[in-house]
Structure formats: C-alpha cells, structure tokens
C-alpha cells in the first residue's frame, strides 16, 4: 500500500459515525497499515499525524 493510499483511507472514514473509532482502531490494527507505516516519510508522516492527532479521543480525569 503506498502512502497515499493509506491517507485516502483514513480520510474516507465518517467521523461522524458512532463506529469511526472503532472503524478507525480496527484499520490501524490491520496488517496492511502495519506494514505501511515504516516507509511513511516527510509529508506523508507528517499528515498522518496531523489526523490522528485531529481524531484523537481527548479523555479528560476528574480531578482527585
């Protein structure tokens, strides 16, 4: 799978759907992501990061 391909994928998920994170947790479990990852470089590190982080559960303590 080359980069984009992986970007195009994750962009493609509904993130509106009460499913995505578990859609999106169950692609970034597959073997084809897995082995994708490694050979991310540059530009396409850099946005893969940028949605995971815009996705990203923000789960916040009660303070003690």
Do not use: C, T, W
Not at 47 to 55: C, H
């Amino acid at each position: 799978m080359n980069p984009s391909d992986i970007l195009k994928q994750l962009h493609d998920f509904d993130k509106a759907s009460p499913q995505f994170h578990k859609d999106l947790s169950n692609f970034l479990r597959s073997e084809e992501y897995r082995s994708a990852v490694p050979s991310l470089q540059g530009e396409y590190l850099a946005r893969l990061i940028e949605y995971l982080d815009s996705v990203s559960l923000q789960i916040v303590s009660p303070d003690p």
